[in-house]
Nanobody
Framework: QVQLVESGGGLVQPGGSLRLSCAAS????????MGWYRQAPGKQRALVAT???????NYAASVKGRLTISRDNAKNTVYLQMNSLKAEDTAFYYC?????????WGQGNQVTGSS
C-alpha cells in the first residue's frame, strides 16, 4: 500500500506561482510513474502531468509551458511547480501513482487562482 500526502495549495493571484508537493511512503518510489490530476468544480478529474521513473514528462496542452512536474527520488517526493497561474487553474489537485492495477491518490489540495 502507498500513502500520498500532499501539501502546498492555497490562494494565488492570477500570474502568480505556487508549488505543490506530494510525499510518498515506501521504498520503491523511484521505480514508478507519478502524476498530478486536477478536478475543477462541476468537472471530471483530468490529467495535468506525469513523470516517469526515468524523468520523462508529459503535460496536458492547457498547462504546457506554465506547469512543471519534477521528482526527487531521494525524498520520495513529486512536485508541481505552477507559474503564470490563471483563474481556470482553480481546482483540487491530486497526486497519483499505481502499483499493478491499483491506483493510489493523495488527499487533494485546493489551488485557487483569484484576485
Amino acid at each position: 500500500q502507498v500513502q500520498l500526502v500532499e501539501s502546498g495549495g492555497g490562494l494565488v493571484q492570477p500570474g502568480g506561482s505556487l508549488r505543490l508537493s506530494c510525499a510518498a511512503s515506501g521504498s520503491t518510489f523511484s521505480r514508478y510513474l507519478m502524476g498530478w490530476y486536477r478536478q475543477a468544480p462541476g468537472k471530471q478529474r483530468a490529467l495535468v502531468a506525469t513523470i516517469s521513473s526515468g524523468g520523462t514528462t508529459n503535460y496536458a496542452a492547457s498547462v504546457k509551458g506554465r506547469l512543471t512536474i519534477s521528482r526527487d527520488n531521494a525524498k520520495n517526493t513529486v512536485y508541481l511547480q505552477m507559474n503564470s497561474l490563471k483563474a481556470e487553474d482553480t481546482a483540487f489537485y491530486y497526486c497519483n501513482t499505481h502499483r499493478g492495477n491499483i491506483g493510489y491518490w493523495g488527499q487533494g489540495n485546493q489551488v485557487t487562482g483569484s484576485s
